[in-house]
């Protein structure tokens, strides 16, 4: 399928899939996408707003969209009306036509998740620090973020992804007393991940998270998005408690998103 854009426009992926027909349920769009059933340019992708562009190819399934441009008056070459006469394969993509209110709260988080990561990177380099993390609910997501950023390796030293108990004891060396007491998922827990992923790594900061991202897991005293974070730099120690809401994904990005704040508002 040749999918058209104006000249020098673009169009984001979960417009594409829906304006395509691929997919009609912007929810489902969104589903396809973090699950990485979405391939742009033989590579799969998980980001909702990635723009698109001409010449990339979109492809799900049996589905192959390929990106082009309209001419300088907006229209469509003739060779290729005579085309679409014949194969039927031109969509006409008009990029404002396709609102997305059922994602704009995802998307808002994507955003911010991408804007304070750039100020993140920013100080980082500029402030010649260092940064290491250890990661349980989130899987190694703020980790993915911090190092999407061009030279991140100038200042982020590792991490460790402790999604277990067992990692958390024998590698970062949590007290096993500590999680029988408090729990993983707790204050004292995302501390101790904290002060001992700095000592790892021997950085100037460190960040730890721990929660539940759900949809099991939850409690009464500890429900679904539940979630700590705790931050050392400078020789002080900050943590939080979060109370989060959505799905899995959400409370995942959440998380990553009150850490990175958490992060800039100590740099």
């Known amino acids: 399928m040749k999918f058209w854009i104006d000249q020098e426009d673009f169009i984001y992926l979960f417009q594409l899939m829906k304006a395509a027909g691929i997919e009609n349920d912007y929810k489902i769009i969104g589903n396809l996408i973090d699950e990485g059933r979405i391939s742009v340019n033989g590579e799969t992708v998980f980001h909702q707003r990635l723009k698109l562009k001409k010449g990339d190819v979109v492809e799900f399934r049996n589905h192959h969209v390929k990106i082009f441009e309209r001419n300088i008056k907006g229209e469509i070459p003739e060779e290729f009306h005579r085309d679409a006469k014949t194969k039927g394969e031109i969509k006409h993509g008009k990029t404002k036509k396709w609102k997305a209110k059922p994602v704009q709260a995802e998307l808002a988080i994507d955003d911010q998740i991408n804007d304070l990561a750039v100020k993140v990177h920013s100080k980082f380099l500029s402030g010649n620090k260092t940064l290491a993390c250890a990661e349980s609910c989130t899987g190694g997501m703020l980790q993915e973020i911090i190092t999407n950023q061009s030279g991140a390796s100038e200042y982020f030293m590792g991490g460790i992804v402790s999604y277990s108990n067992k990692i958390k004891t024998k590698i970062l060396k949590v007290k096993q007393q ?10 004292e827990t995302a501390i101790e991940m904290v002060q001992n ?21 939850g409690t009464e005293e500890k429900p679904v998005g539940t979630v700590y974070l705790a931050l050392n730099s400078k020789g002080s120690l900050e943590h939080q408690k979060l109370t989060l809401s959505g799905t899995r994904d959400k409370i995942r990005k959440k998380a990553c998103l009150s850490a990175l704040k958490l992060i800039l508002h100590q740099l």
Do not use: Y
């Open 178 to 187: 500590t999680i029988d007491s408090c729990g993983a998922v707790s204050g």
């Open 197 to 217: 992923v700095q000592k790892l790594f021997q950085t100037d900061f460190a960040l730890a998270i721990t929660g539940i991202a759900g949809p099991t897991g």
